[in-house]
């Protein structure tokens, strides 16, 4: 059984997980708090959903929050990518991290916020200011991230959500493709074409042809 077999899919594992990086955030800054999010605050989550948090931090320690993640979070399970959005990598005030774990599946992205308290009742905080913005960010990953999402809207029975993310990874790495329709073959094209790009991304490509894989029985008919 892989790692990313549906079988290891079972939210209870996944909301344990969740509790633990809660705990390490917490831990890490006196004054801050640290919440659940998205469909996980809603009890709106299926197998599939994100690990979606939000670190909220004094002011002054923003900083040093942010850079002591990739350290906080290994310590509860070992970081096999991290990337930040480029949107807001030189924020001040406001950071949105994308990761992923070791042995766990590839559904189960963390996505945290990470919020200075002034700016906390500002959800769009910096979203438009050119001198947050980062260029150190990798589009091959992207991509990745993408094929990932297209597993996950395929199997959620949403094919038009799923062509489109191919879509958008194709062009993000700048590789002109055709869909052919077949779910498995065009998703395990965009995986190889990210590595070839960026050969440091190729454990992470690997993963996400397991992924692929693990669920092509599930994925729908071809051209569907």
Not at 55 to 80: H, K, N, Q, S, Y
Request: proline share 7%; aromatic share 6%; with cysteine.
């Amino acid at each position: 059984m892989s790692e990313e077999c549906p079988g290891d899919l079972d939210p209870a594992r996944r909301a344990a997980l969740a509790q633990q990086l809660l705990g390490a955030l917490r831990s890490h800054c006196a004054g801050s708090r640290a919440e659940p999010r998205g469909s996980l605050a809603k009890g709106t989550a299926d197998a599939y959903s994100d690990i979606d948090l939000r670190w909220i931090v004094p002011d002054g320690r923003f900083a040093d929050c942010a850079a002591a993640v990739p350290e906080l979070l290994g310590t509860v399970r070992d970081v096999a990518s991290l990337r930040i959005d480029p949107e807001l990598g030189n924020s001040r005030g406001r950071r949105l991290l994308f990761v992923d774990f070791e042995g766990l599946p590839l559904f189960w992205r963390l996505d945290l916020e990470i919020v200075a308290l002034p700016v906390v009742d500002r959800p769009g905080y910096d979203q438009d200011n050119p001198a947050a913005r980062s260029d150190d960010w990798s589009r091959p990953a992207s991509a990745l991230a993408n094929a990932v999402a297209a597993v996950k809207a395929l199997l959620r029975g949403r094919p038009d959500t799923a062509r489109g993310l191919l879509e958008r990874g194709f062009a993000r790495i700048g590789v002109a493709d055709m869909l052919s329709g077949d779910w498995f073959t065009d998703i395990t094209r965009l995986a190889g074409a990210a590595a070839a790009i960026e050969p440091a991304r190729g454990p992470l490509a690997a993963r996400v042809v397991r992924l692929a894989a693990d669920h092509r029985t599930d994925l729908g008919r071809p051209g569907r």
